[in-house]
């Protein structure tokens, strides 16, 4: 065998080794179905990035739907959003969606918002068809003390220039409520914005609630209004109950006083009788003593002394039952 046709052979090996490693490496699949779209997809490219791991069917199909509807993507820059963690179809289809509404999307915007992980979508729906929110029931005293309920409608719009920055519909809202709250608080009566709505809506409009916002106030409506308690009718009512609660109170604090103090006096009372009883008890032993001792020569002396203490408290008795006689008479 010749030189050449060893030399030949070998080649025709390498060739084949690398056809062969290509078909084997190669993701078929993608390559194929961009090719039958007509859009070029380098084999080395799906290649790499297959072996770098990344989302190639993902990135594939994104690009030829970029080619297809003319959004002019470079297949690199796919690969960025894929990377970042980003999702390359999400952006076309975003791309696509702005470009048949007329909306002004760039590359750029959609990337952001399809990485800080809203629908971008849905951000094309919401420039389409404003935003319709509305604020839970609001409820605030006016200076006539009568309470004001209302609920309001905010209308919002997509700000694109400050969509990814702009402050969220929650603090739009806050701020609408904030405004209501201040203009009830600062109205003379309350039936004056009952009669007259619009004093809320022009309210909501001079806070300018959507400075720095994602979204525009497109129109901002009292969808409920009506006249509630009269607050100072029910403050006053509550000031006379917790006063009459707070004289009950110390009305129940004396009585327990006073009961104390007659369960004492009633005790001191018994402590008395009882001592009385201990010395009388000791009256009969004096009494034994002194007759032993002559003080009293016997027991005659004892219960004369005895009829004497007697008839003096007789004497007491009566006197006083008539000097209660005299006084009933005159």
Do not use: W
Request: aromatic letters at 6%; one cysteine or more.
């Amino acid at each position: 065998m010749s030189v050449g046709s060893i030399v030949a052979i070998v080649i025709a090996s390498l060739i084949f080794i690398y056809l062969l490693t290509i078909f084997i490496l190669l993701p078929r699949k993608e390559y194929f179905s961009a090719l039958f779209s007509k859009v070029y997809v380098s084999a080395f490219k799906l290649i790499s990035m297959k072996m770098q791991k990344e989302k190639y069917d993902e990135i594939v199909k994104a690009y030829v739907l970029s080619k297809k509807f003319k959004l002019a993507i470079p297949l690199t820059e796919l690969e960025k959003i894929s990377t970042s963690g980003g999702n390359p179809l999400r952006v076309v289809d975003g791309l696509m969606a702005a470009k048949n509404a007329k909306l002004n999307f760039d590359l750029d915007f959609v990337k952001a918002v399809d990485i800080s992980g809203r629908d971008i979508l849905e951000v094309v729906r919401e420039c389409i068809n404003p935003k319709v929110v509305e604020i839970p029931l609001i409820t605030q005293v006016a200076q006539d003390s009568r309470e004001v309920n209302v609920k309001i409608s905010l209308t919002l719009k997509t700000n694109i220039s400050a969509f990814l920055t702009g402050v969220t519909e929650e603090t739009i809202s806050a701020r609408a409520v904030e405004a209501v709250v201040t203009k009830i608080a600062n109205t003379v009566s309350a039936p004056t914005l009952a009669s007259r709505p619009e004093l809320l809506d022009k309210a909501i409009y001079d806070a300018e609630i959507d400075a720095g916002a994602k979204y525009v106030l497109v129109s901002a409506d009292v969808i409920h209004i009506d006249i509630g308690n009269d607050r100072g009718f029910i403050n006053e009512k509550q000031r006379i109950e917790k006063e009459h609660i707070i004289a009950t109170n110390k009305l129940e604090q004396r009585r327990l006083a006073a009961l104390a103090s007659e369960q004492e006096m009633k005790a001191k009372e018994q402590e008395k009788k009882l001592k009385i009883l201990e010395e009388e008890a000791e009256v009969p032993k004096a009494i034994v003593e002194a007759i032993k001792t002559g003080k009293i020569k016997d027991v005659v002396d004892y219960y004369k002394l005895q009829n004497l203490q007697a008839d003096t408290e007789m004497r007491k008795l009566m006197a006083k039952n008539y000097k209660s006689e005299r006084n009933d008479r005159f």
